[in-house]
């Protein structure tokens, strides 16, 4: 089906798809250290029309032009910050990515986020398995979840799927997108700080990237206050995760929910022993069926470039 060195394996991928990768495409994998990657690329960067990558890695400008017959970049996941698109659209690369196959779970996790941080459930796990109920008693009362008021940033796919979920919980809806979204029902907010003014609970489900970095700045988790929380599952980048840490240890944020951190898989060590923070790995589409699903389609958008020369699911 293809050439053997015309595909690329840039960065770790999902064992199963790097095998396939390996065993019947014949790829090859970028080497890590930069003096080997350097003698890989002077060797076989002109073999290569197509590289396959994650949100992890990506591909940046430095990496496109040592591959003067790129044609596609096919990235594993929804989110291709770590991309440089410009640069792709300018060598005339296409760029596709995995939408819709894991909206469904994404939101799952952004709602498994928010009732666990409003409720402390994995905090009062941690109760529980430490021997404290019988010594200290009942854990503290928490923050009710159903009939809250939500504001989202970005009502993208995976936006408006959290939002439906929340509905069925009773919340008031409201969002910030670059565009107001026609026939929404949910009601705009024109600012970040007015959208969190106006809310108990902000979820941030907006692209990464240099559209978004520092949305949610010191000014907006203000505005959210002492009464709010944050629920991240996008992208660290979109938070000042500085000033976020900062709020929460000084009791000016109730509480957060993060999937995403600024520079993964570092996590800020502060926010370790506050129960009011729920911390996780960037689980939001590691489930079995959706990280298939995101990985035959990663394949339908090779194959369809290497037969054809058009992507299934270009951004
Ligand atoms: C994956 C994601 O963890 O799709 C995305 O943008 O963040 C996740 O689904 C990631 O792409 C895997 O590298």
């Known amino acids: 089906m293809s050439t053997p060195g015309s595909v690329l394996q840039v960065g770790p991928l999902k064992p199963s798809l790097a095998k396939t990768l390996a065993e019947d495409y014949a790829a090859r994998t970028l080497p890590e250290s930069p003096s080997e990657r350097a003698t890989f690329l002077a060797e076989h960067g002109a073999e290569v029309t ?52 894991l909206t469904d779970c994404v939101a799952d996790t952004a709602v498994g986020l928010m009732i666990d941080t409003l ?22 009362l928490t923050r009710q979840v159903s009939n809250t008021r939500v504001g989202i940033i970005g009502l993208g796919r995976i936006g408006q799927a959290i939002a439906h979920r929340l509905i069925a919980f009773g919340c008031t809806i409201s969002y910030h997108n670059r565009r107001q979204v026609p026939d929404s029902p949910y009601s705009y907010a024109a600012s970040p700080v007015e959208l969190a003014a106006g809310v108990d609970v902000l979820v941030i489900a907006a692209a990464g990237g240099d559209g ?58 502060e926010l370790f022993a506050l129960p009011t923070v729920v911390l996780l790995p960037h689980v939001g589409s590691a489930t079995v069926q959706t990280r298939a699903a995101m990985e035959a389609l990663t394949l339908r958008n090779l194959d369809s470039f290497l037969t054809t020369g058009a992507l299934v699911t270009p951004v």
Do not use: C
């Open 50 to 101: 197509a590289a396959v990558t994650s949100g992890r890695t990506g591909v940046d400008a430095a990496l496109m032009a040592a591959l003067p017959n790129l044609g596609a970049i096919v990235n594993f996941g929804v989110g291709y910050d770590t991309t440089d698109v410009d640069a792709a659209a300018a060598r005339g690369i296409g760029v596709s990515n995995t939408p819709d196959v």
């Open 119 to 140: 409720r402390q459930f994995s905090a009062s796990d941690r109760y529980v398995r430490a021997g404290r109920w019988p010594v200290d008693g009942n854990y503290p």
């Open 212 to 269: 978004t970095r520092g949305l949610v700045s010191a000014e907006v988790l203000d505005a959210l206050g002492p009464h709010g929380y944050l629920v991240n599952i996008a992208r660290g980048s979109v938070v000042d995760q500085d000033a976020l840490v900062s709020v929460l240890l000084n009791g000016r944020l109730a509480g957060a929910g993060l999937d995403v951190f600024a520079d993964e898989p570092k996590v800020p060590e």
